[in-house]
């Protein structure tokens, strides 16, 4: 999958070269990063780690105050977007009119958005995100072990020899 986006990623850095010259490379690169950054704080949390925490806590294994940390970001983000735009077309009308008419930073936004959702498809992202799910959310694991006694090693024994 992330071959495919890399193809993808050459040909319309070539396609916005030779439509809106060497200034096309730093908006199709710089939309890129920014399609690939903001959607994968938006949707990834939405996408693979909801589901994720629905089916863990519908088992017993996860709390569901889960949800409103997994929620949180994606709406946070949602919001700031939000608020951004807003100020950017209440203030500066024309720099909004300049961002929607540069097709080159519109096009690597797309491409960036698309090969985040595209993503998703992929195993060794999904196993990555799933690490990354029970690094981040480890405190909502219920722990069943840790009602049980386990030995303590550095404890010596009460029991008279």
Request: hydrophobic share 55%.
């Amino acid at each position: 999958m992330q071959t495919i986006i890399a193809l993808l990623f050459c040909l319309l850095l070539g396609l916005m070269v030779k439509a809106q010259g060497w200034s096309g490379l730093l908006w199709v690169s710089l939309g890129f990063v920014i399609g690939l950054f903001v959607t994968a704080r938006i949707a990834l949390p939405i996408l693979l780690g909801l589901p994720r925490a629905i089916r863990l806590v519908a088992s017993g294994e996860m709390r569901a105050a889960v949800y409103r940390r997994l929620l949180f970001a994606p709406v946070l983000w949602i919001v700031q977007l939000a608020v951004i735009v807003f100020l950017l077309g209440f203030f500066w009308p024309s720099t909004v009119a300049w961002f929607e008419g540069n097709g080159a930073l519109s096009a690597g936004l797309w491409l960036g958005v698309i090969g985040i959702l595209l993503s998703v498809l992929s195993k060794k992202s999904r196993a990555d995100f799933e690490a990354d799910f029970d690094q981040s959310y480890w405190q909502f694991y219920v722990r069943r072990s840790a009602r049980r006694q386990r030995p303590n090693r550095h404890r010596s024994s009460t029991v008279p020899s």
